[in-house]
């Protein structure tokens, strides 16, 4: 399969389902050899792609993966990875926070500081850290989640200051609303009904609409976008 990562290796987290699995298939599509992570010790349905069960919230777990990453060095790393309990700020449990702040935070930062000497050594890499919408703005309940996401973004702009010169473009995606699964499972059609009323293009976005944009952000065209929190969420955050 050849396409614009024809060569290339993509590390994608949290890439078996959802928005996750749509950029681990859009990057395959491109060309590249993808390798995805899940919570789980196996996976189905992952033709075409690479699997590796890993715990990010274990902290021993996560460093032996990190040399693994370390050792395969991807050209692309896509953290996307990430985990949300929705609480009452007072209400918020510290273990509960420091659990989400590992998986949301410490996971990239632990990722990237092992894949960025050999993209830079190589002087070509693509980092893309998927936020969130509420890593601009945010509501009621979200307090760990936001300052997750709030800090992702804050790290991929310290991180881009440090190596865009060598050829390596760190970047955020903060999806909105977006039609997967698991937002299916929870809300319901009642609930996506009152989320669709709040979004000025009316709809969901699809998990490939996503992937598109974490796709040319990740590819050779993009040669000079870096340090950036895109929002992709059809006008939400700014109506």
């Known amino acids: 399969m050849s396409g614009p990562l024809t060569g290339r290796r993509a590390l994608v987290t949290g890439g078996t389902r959802g928005i996750g699995r749509a950029i681990a298939g859009r990057l395959r599509e491109d060309g590249a050899d993808v390798l995805v992570t899940g919570t789980r010790a196996a996976a189905e349905g992952l033709e075409g792609l690479e699997y590796r069960g890993v715990d990010f919230a274990d902290p021993i777990a996560l460093e032996a993966f990190a040399e693994e990453a370390r050792e395969w060095a991807p050209d692309v790393l896509v953290n996307n990875a990430g985990i949300n309990t929705l609480s009452p700020f007072a209400e918020i449990a510290p273990d509960d926070f420091d659990l989400i702040q590992a998986v949301n935070v410490r996971a990239p930062l632990v990722l990237c500081r092992a894949v960025v000497p ?114 992709i969420d059809g006008g939400f955050s700014r109506s």
């Open 118 to 231: 050999r993209m830079r050594e190589r002087r070509w890499g693509r980092l893309v850290n998927i936020a969130s919408i509420w890593s601009v703005v945010s509501r009621p309940g979200r307090g760990s989640y936001s300052a997750s996401k709030f800090a992702l973004d804050g790290l991929t702009a310290a991180l881009a200051a440090e190596v865009a010169a060598d050829g390596v473009l760190a970047n955020c995606v903060s999806p909105g609303f977006v039609d997967t699964e698991l937002t299916r499972s929870v809300l319901g059609d009642e609930g996506i009904a009152r989320l669709v009323a709040e979004v000025p293009a009316g709809r969901l976005a699809q998990p490939e609409e996503i992937a598109a944009l974490v796709a040319w952000l990740a590819g050779p065209e993009n040669t000079f976008v870096s340090a950036q929190n895109i929002v």
